[in-house]
């Protein structure tokens, strides 16, 4: 028996480091936790995506009393901007999580299910995306959705 490695590389840095378009993007993001609706976590997420033309579509988490029906911040925002543009690559995504009335210290991370659904997009527009996790201590930036969930299932699998 062999042990094998999945190495995932993220990048760390200040708000000040980012690009203007990704500033932007975290900006957005951390303006939509506004648009979240959880009466139950009291944890807000709020979500931006870029596409490769420019676009933005933001989202936040949605919640409901029957919890499994709600959804995340990260899916509510993604399949927003692929229904509304659904040949448009996906450049970025950034996230950022809000509660007790500040904005987390370290970043917030996407669950496996939005991990997978960032993964599905990617491979759709065969284009990375790089993923921007806010947190007030530092931002995390990861290359892509399949740095994000290694060892992933992914429309190949289905054939056997
Ligand atoms: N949540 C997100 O919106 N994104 C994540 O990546 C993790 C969790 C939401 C789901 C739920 O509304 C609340 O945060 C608490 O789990």
Redesign the pocket.
Known sequence: MKNIEFKTIAKSCKEEELSPEYKMLIDKAKESVKL?Y?P??H???G?AVLLADGTVFCG????NAAYPS???????AMFYANAQCPTTPVKALA?A?FTDGHFTHKP????GN?RQVLLETEQRFQHDMEILLYGENEILIFPSAKSLLPHCFVEDDLNG
Not at 70 to 76: K, P, Q, V, Y
């Open positions: 979240s959880s139950y976590s944890f807000a997420v979500a936040a988490n949605q919640e709600g959804l995340c911040a990260e899916r509510t996230c999580c917030g991370s996407p669950c939005c």
